[in-house]
């Protein structure tokens, strides 16, 4: 089993430009989760989708960022315009859709925004 | 609001010796705990998890307990070794069952 596979692995961009981070979940997990890793915040989640549908965006830091799952096996996380603040490792993660199901976690996109 | 509170300082200790790590959660019950670990560079890695209704659960090396009285999880790495030098993270569900809110992890670092 390949896991769960991001990508890029490192994005460097410009300020205001606009960034789009991809996740492959786990074949057969039907829940993604994507978060945001900084020193500061620790690990926080951004957004998490069963079954492909939106369930909880509540972290979503602004209307600056957007998520989308079109299928399955593929999901994105958009950044328009990106800004400084906005760097940051962001790991998307996959699961069954139990409540006491384990979470597998790709290596993450590391960002910088200059 | 629901916070989830890991000792940020690093832990140093001996090989041989057994780590304890601390999670403490505030303003809710959570229904479970997870803890991962994460080297650096990587995304983290699932150990153990508990629920509320039990107090303690092994697995090899590794021990986790959770008192919904203290409102407390401890992590416990027993003859530690150099291998085990990582951050651990804890985690627990809030709201509905599938999220999960991080700790911001504690670093350990186990030395020969």
Avoid at chain 1, 65 to 87: G, V
Avoid at chain 2, 64 to 71: G, I, M, N, P, R
Avoid at chain 2, 75 to 104: E, M, V
């Amino acid at each position: 089993d390949a896991g769960v596979i991001q990508s890029p692995r490192h994005e460097v961009t410009e300020m205001g430009q606009e960034v789009t981070l991809r996740c492959k979940p786990i074949s057969g997990h039907n829940s993604l989760f994507w978060y945001r890793q900084t020193m500061m915040r620790g690990l926080e989640l951004l957004i998490y989708f069963n079954n492909n549908v939106p369930i909880d965006d509540s972290g979503m830091p602004e209307d600056r960022f957007s998520a989308k799952m079109p299928n399955a096996s593929f999901s994105t996380l958009k950044i328009q315009p990106s800004e400084p603040r906005d760097s940051a490792v962001y790991f998307c993660a996959s699961s069954l859709m139990d409540r006491y199901n384990e979470q597998f976690f790709g290596p993450g996109t590391r960002l910088t925004v200059l | 609001s629901q916070k989830i509170e890991q000792n940020s300082e690093a832990l140093n200790i001996q090989e041989g010796k057994t780590a304890t790590l601390t999670c403490n959660y505030t303003n809710y019950s959570p229904a479970y705990l997870q803890w991962y670990r994460q080297d650096p560079g990587r995304g983290p890695v699932f150990l153990l998890l508990i629920r509320e209704n039990e107090k303690e659960k092994r697995k090899e090396r590794l021990k986790v307990t959770f008192d919904t009285t203290l409102k407390q999880s401890l992590f416990h790495i027993t003859a530690s070794q150099p291998a085990d030098s990582a951050t651990y993270l804890c985690a627990a569900n809030t709201g509905t069952a599938s999220k999960l809110t991080f700790g911001t992890g504690t670093r350990l670092q186990v030395t020969l």
